[in-house]
C-alpha cells in the first residue's frame, strides 16, 4: 500500500514528505477552503504542492460541464508533471475522463461510493478511482465494506486497455479517519490510502512501542552507569 496525504496544507506536506514514506497527496476544494485559500493563487498553490511531493498530485476540477471539466483539467495538468485532474463521479465527469485519459492526462475519480460507479469510472479511463470510507460510516452504513467490494469487483477485470499507458488502475481508499481504516483497507487491497496528517501521526504511534523505548533507555542508563 502507498500513502498520500490528503490536505491542502504546505507544512503538513512538507512535513509528512520528510518522513521518508509520502507517495503523493490528494486535494478538494473543501480542503483548499480550509486553510484559507484563495481562488487567484489555487494554481500556484498546486504548484508549490507538486514541488514539496515526488508523486501524484490530486487537484480537483469544479466545473459541471464535460467541456469545461476537460479545459479545466487540461490546464491543471498543464501545471506540473505530477498534476492527476480529480474529477468526481458523475455522467460529465465519465465523459471528461474519457478525453483527458484519451489524451494522456491522469485522471482520479472522486466521490465514489458503489461498485457500478467505480466500474464506470475505470472503464472510462480513470487512473485512480476514490472509493469514500468515512462519508459512508457519518450515515451509519460500512464504509469499509463498501471498499472491499470495489476492490473486489476492479480485481476481477483488467482495465488496462482503458487507463493512460495501459497503467492498471489503482484504488485509493479515500475519507479515512482512522488508523483502522488504513489497516483493514490494506488487508482488502487497496492499492493506496489518502490520509489526513493526524491520521498520519497515529499510524506511527504505538503504546508499546512508546513503553519499549521508555524501557530501553532507562536500561541504557543503567549500562551507562555500570
Ligand atoms: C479524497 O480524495 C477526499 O479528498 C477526502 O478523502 C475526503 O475526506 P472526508 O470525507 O474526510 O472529507
Given at each position: ?5 490528503d490536505t491542502a ?17 490528494t486535494t478538494n476544494p473543501s480542503l483548499y477552503a480550509k ?23 490530486s487537484a480537483e476540477a469544479v ?23 480529480k474529477?468526481p ?19 482520479n475519480?472522486t466521490l ?18 476514490s472509493?469514500f ?41 479515500a475519507s ?18 489518502t ?32
Amino acid at each position: 500500500m502507498k500513502f498520500f496525504l490528503d490536505t491542502a496544507d504546505l507544512a503538513e506536506i512538507e512535513e509528512a514528505a520528510s518522513w521518508g514514506a509520502l507517495a503523493g497527496v490528494t486535494t478538494n476544494p473543501s480542503l483548499y477552503a480550509k486553510i484559507g485559500g484563495k481562488l487567484d493563487d489555487f494554481h500556484a498553490h498546486i504548484k508549490r504542492i507538486c514541488d514539496l511531493v515526488d508523486g501524484p498530485v490530486s487537484a480537483e476540477a469544479v466545473s459541471t460541464t464535460r467541456d469545461q471539466i476537460v479545459r479545466e483539467g487540461r490546464e491543471l495538468a498543464a501545471l506540473a508533471p505530477n498534476v492527476v485532474v480529480k474529477i468526481p463521479t458523475m455522467v460529465e465527469g465519465l465523459a471528461a475522463t474519457r478525453t483527458l485519459a484519451d489524451e494522456g492526462i491522469p485522471v482520479n475519480m472522486t466521490l465514489c461510493f458503489s461498485v457500478p460507479q467505480a466500474l464506470l469510472a475505470a472503464r472510462a479511463g480513470a487512473r485512480y478511482i476514490s472509493p469514500f470510507i468515512g462519508r459512508f460510516d457519518d450515515i451509519a452504513d460500512d464504509g469499509l465494506g463498501q471498499l472491499a467490494n470495489v476492490v473486489a469487483a476492479l480485481g476481477n477485470y483488467d482495465f488496462s486497455q482503458s487507463t493512460v499507458g495501459g497503467q492498471q488502475v489503482e484504488v485509493i481508499a479515500a475519507s479515512v479517519r482512522s488508523a483502522h481504516h488504513v489497516t483493514q483497507s490494506a488487508l482488502m487491497g487497496a492499492d493506496i490510502a489518502t490520509v489526513p496528517f493526524g491520521v498520519l501521526k497515529k499510524m506511527v504511534q504505538h503504546p508499546l512501542t512508546d513503553r519499549g523505548l521508555e524501557s530501553f533507555m532507562s536500561d541504557w542508563e543503567k549500562v551507562k552507569n555500570a
